[in-house]
């Protein structure tokens, strides 16, 4: 009997170390979640359901419990397999990497899938370690509409600002890390005049390189003015513009308002727009 239960158990440990570990996967939401580090295995995080517009931030911590040799790599796809954001720790490295990304941005992915992967251990299976993943989900309202302002032109998001009046929009996100572009499409009738005012709120980001660029441009995309602004400041960028009164071609003018983030930060900013009759 012995000899039997000995022999099945070298049977098992001689399949297990001949095989790598099947990848598992859990479906998860937002906070924190911790599972082992194999070697050789795979284990799969599916964040889901995604809002449209939504900002997934991830930060993924390793705690090693082998010495010497060990490696755990990270991967955030989309469900078709798109890789959107990848990393890796060494041991005996244990500070938090982190991962972000904008369901608004190409490609858009419906969920989230988080690839943890060992490697570098001394056997299939093997231990190295605990990580803990925490998940955060970010609602975006950019222009108070609800989600993320697109990034391509034929896309963007229109400003309700069409009667005269003082507008507010001060929940606007962008990162460079998930959502690098916010643009806004403008129409502003014959005889009246726009006073655009955007301006940065609270920065995130030890990026010092770091800055977010302001481009106002006509229905042609001709640039009519920019600015910048870098990381840690809050300089207002303004422009003004006024769309005369033609008796032959009396559809309003069209302008396209872009913001792009560069360097490893993110930002919340305001945009006052201010529409009146006349000059």
């Given at each position: ?55 997934i931030?991830?930060f ?48 858009k ?81 014959p ?7 955007a ?18 441009m ?15 400041q ?22 396209y ?23």
């Open positions: 009997m012995d000899r039997m239960k000995k022999g099945f158990l070298l049977l098992v440990l001689c399949l297990f170390y001949a095989f790598p570990v099947r990848a598992e996967e859990r479906i998860v939401g937002e906070g924190e979640h911790t599972g082992f580090i194999v070697n050789e295995g795979s284990q799969v995080l599916k964040v889901s359901p995604i809002k449209r517009g939504q900002t931030q991830v993924l911590t390793p705690r090693w419990m082998v010495e010497g040799e060990g490696k755990v790599e990270w991967r955030l796809e989309d469900p078709e397999g798109a890789a959107l954001r990848v990393g890796s720790k060494n041991y005996p490295e244990v500070d938090p990497f982190f991962m972000e990304w904008t369901s608004n941005s190409q490609p992915p419906s969920a989230y899938h988080i690839h943890i992967l060992g490697s570098r251990g001394g056997f299939p299976g093997e231990i190295l370690g605990r990580y803990t993943v925490q998940v955060f989900l970010r609602g975006q309202n950019d222009g108070n509409s609800g989600t993320d302002a697109p990034e391509t032109y034929d896309k963007a998001l229109p400003l309700a600002i069409s009667a005269p009046g003082t507008y507010l929009f001060e929940e606007n996100f962008i990162s460079s890390t998930a959502d690098v572009y916010d643009i806004f499409k403008i129409n502003i009738k005889n009246y005049s726009l006073t655009l005012r301006k940065p709120l609270q920065w995130h980001g030890s990026g010092q390189k770091g800055k977010v660029s302001w481009k106002f006509n229905r042609s995309f001709r640039l009519l003015k920019g600015g910048d602004c870098p990381n840690a809050t300089d207002l960028f303004m422009v003004k513009v006024f769309h005369p009164k033609v008796k032959t071609d009396p559809r309003p003018a069209i302008f308002f872009l913001v792009q983030m560069e360097g490893q930060a993110s930002l919340i900013y305001s945009l006052q727009a201010e529409v009146k009759e006349g000059r």
